[in-house]
């Protein structure tokens, strides 16, 4: 009689090979979640980076748009001013000539009424003269 075996698997190659196996691929298992590990804590580093790059791109474009919001207003205020001025300007000579033109009209009126006055004055001097000569 052969002697009992007391390793165990000893009988069975295929048992001993799947230890090793079971043994490799835990062995693997682990590194990979020690990579996977890595991986992710490099990826948490690289949002983070991200996070920062996006939150400093946001500052300084709002920084701009306040900057190009106060020299708009700056310069809306100049120009209102100097439209404000030329418009001051151009009431000013509307005003004139209203003045000047409603002169002008009194004028124009007496002339018309001397020019009348006038032809009258013809008439009835050519129709004294045309009496007396009869």
Sequence with gaps: MAAPQTRAGAGFPFVRSGLRVAALAALLAASSAQAALFEDDEARR?????RGRVEAQREANERRLNDMQREL?????D????LRASLLQLQ????AMKAEI???RGQNEQLARDLSE?????????QGS?????
């Design 73 to 77: 207003q700056r310069v809306s205020g």
């Design 130 to 134: 045309s009496a007396s000569s009869r």
């Design 102 to 104: 409603a002169t002008l």
């Design 118 to 126: 006038v032809q009258r004055r013809q008439k009835d001097m050519a």
């Design 46 to 50: 690289a949002i983070l980076d991200l």
């Design 92 to 95: 000013s000579q509307i005003d």
């Design 79 to 82: 120009e209102t001013a100097a």
